[in-house]
């Protein structure tokens, strides 16, 4: 069982250029979001999904898209990078809405933008 | 809106010593609260939650009391091991802002030496 998966573990990239950060869970849950981790900060939410077909704009969604296809992926994009991305991004699943059921995160993409 | 304050690191503690991090928070209505812990290069893991007041979520030796009247839920753990080092993370959700997101403190590290 992997749980929830995240590629790349690392990445560096130039100012202006685009990347799609994946993000995959094999526990068929429902709810999926994306979180950025910057020091001194904790987690703060992108985005995030509650079924396949719909998203929603967390607390920091500029510059960065997201679609949800199927219910297994949800991919973050970074259509035009900007060093005040370089962040630590974490994704994170959960079989439903309320979250008073447990949140099962992702081991995490570091990010550098030059 | 919601937010959530903790204790800054980092914390430094000798094997078997007593650990407290506080944790407060603001919101409206009764919001569930979570512990996570970020281990060194790893994901966060939900480490214990509590969905109302007075309730005490357990886990691994590690407690914390959903105090409503003071608005707070500080971890505790009796007598600390070298393997608990690591970040600290307390959170909330809802219900204002939705239960299905997720605000997360700033993290606290704890360092234990033997």
């Known amino acids: 069982n992997a749980g929830v998966t995240q590629t790349p573990k690392f990445q560096v990239l130039k100012t202006g250029q685009s990347m799609t950060l994946q993000c995959a869970q094999d526990m068929n849950h429902e709810y999926m979001s994306w979180y950025r981790q910057d020091p001194g900060m904790g987690l703060r939410l992108i985005h995030y999904s509650v079924g396949a077909g719909i998203t929603d704009q967390g607390e920091v969604p500029n510059g960065y898209n997201v679609s949800r296809s199927t219910t297994e992926d949800f991919p973050l994009r970074l259509l035009s990078a900007a060093p005040s991305q370089t962040s630590v991004y974490f994704c994170a699943s959960s079989p439903g809405e309320v979250l008073q059921e447990t949140q099962y995160f992702g081991p995490g993409t570091r990010l550098l933008v030059l | 809106g919601n937010s959530v304050t903790q204790m800054e690191g980092p914390v430094t503690l000798s094997e078997e010593a007593f650990l407290t991090i506080n944790c407060t928070y603001t919101?409206?209505?009764?919001?569930?609260l979570f512990w996570y812990v970020q281990y060194p290069g790893e994901g966060l893991q939900l480490l214990l939650k509590?969905?109302?007041?007075?309730d005490k979520g357990s886990n691994k030796g590690f407690e914390a009391t959903y105090r409503k009247e003071t608005t707070s839920f500080h971890l505790e753990k009796g007598s600390v091991q070298v393997s608990d080092s690591a970040v600290y993370f307390c959170?909330?959700?809802?219900?204002?802002?939705?239960?299905?997101?997720?605000?997360f403190g700033a993290g606290t590290r704890l360092a234990v030496h033997p």
């Open positions: 919101a409206t209505g009764y919001p569930s």
């Open positions: 959170a909330l959700s809802g219900p204002s802002g939705g239960y299905n997101k997720l605000i």
């Open positions: 509590a969905t109302k007041a007075d």
